[in-house]
T-cell receptor, first 114, second 109 residues
Framework: DSGVTQTPKHLITATGQRVTLRCSPRSGDLSVYWYQQSLDQGLQFLIQYYNGEERAKGNILERFSAQQFPDLHSELNLSSLELGDSALYFC????FGTGLNEQFFGPGTRLTVL | TQLLEQSPQFLSIQEGENLTVYCNSSSVFSSLQWYRQEPGEGPVLLVTVVTGGEVKKLKRLTFQFGDARKDSSLHITAAQPGDTGLYLCAGLYGQNFVFGPGTRLSVLP
């Protein structure tokens, strides 16, 4: 158990819909990262927040957005869903916001878009 | 085009065999990490290498960072079924974290 929690574990929805994925970081970690993992693209970095502020942006689509709240939990919002958005979405947390410091990954949310 | 390439893509070996997997890039990384991911779980950090030429050992696992900091290898001695999983290398590229596609290792008893 990494100490990072993600909900829900599974999510099945239809094209065009909007979903919200939730992540609670390890106690004491200020930084949260979101990743998408699919069979053909591997693990892709989406976005990073540090202490409530956006720190780095990766391959995140405009239809996707995220935020980190004052209690440090984070949400990833996916809208106008397409079949290709079906993937595992991981949240990770770390103490620091810079450098290649150790990231602790949650168990993931498996999103299926039908 | 992947910034980090990993080879082989798949590897199936018998328990007790040795193996090496590779992580390569045309770019220089200030540091590089190796993770192992088991089915249905998130990746777990194994090691971080920082200095070119650095070698780190973790029990039966030996990690090496290339002198030019563009490549890395992971060598497993006397593999065990518990080593089965997806091995990912990752580097910090600018502000973004880049992962390789992974090597999927299967160790048969």
């Amino acid at each position: 158990d990494s100490g990072v929690t993600q909900t829900p574990k599974h999510l099945i929805t239809a094209t065009g819909q909007r979903v919200t994925l939730r992540c609670s970081p390890r106690s004491g970690d200020l930084s949260v990262y979101w990743y998408q993992q699919s069979l053909d693209q591997g693990l892709q970095f989406l976005i990073q927040y540090y202490n409530g502020e956006e720190r780095a942006k990766g391959n995140i689509l405009e239809r996707f957005s995220a935020q980190q709240f004052p209690d440090l939990h984070s949400e990833l919002n996916l809208s106008s869903l397409e079949l290709g958005d079906s993937a595992l979405y991981f949240c990770a947390s770390s103490v620091f916001g810079t450098g290649l410091n150790e990231q602790f990954f949650g168990p993931g949310t498996r999103l299926t878009v039908l | 085009t992947q910034l980090l390439e990993q080879s082989p893509q798949f590897l199936s070996i018998q328990e007790g065999e040795n193996l090496t997997v590779y992580c390569n890039s045309s770019s220089v990384f200030s540091s590089l990490q190796w993770y192992r991911q088991e089915p249905g779980e998130g990746p777990v950090l194994l090691v971080t290498v920082v200095t070119g030429g650095e070698v780190k050992k973790l029990k039966r696992l030996t990690f090496q960072f290339g002198d030019a900091r563009k490549d890395s290898s992971l060598h497993i001695t006397a593999a065990q079924p518990g080593d089965t999983g997806l091995y990912l290398c990752a580097g910090l590229y600018g502000q973004n974290f880049v992962f390789g596609p992974g090597t999927r290792l299967s160790v048969l008893p």
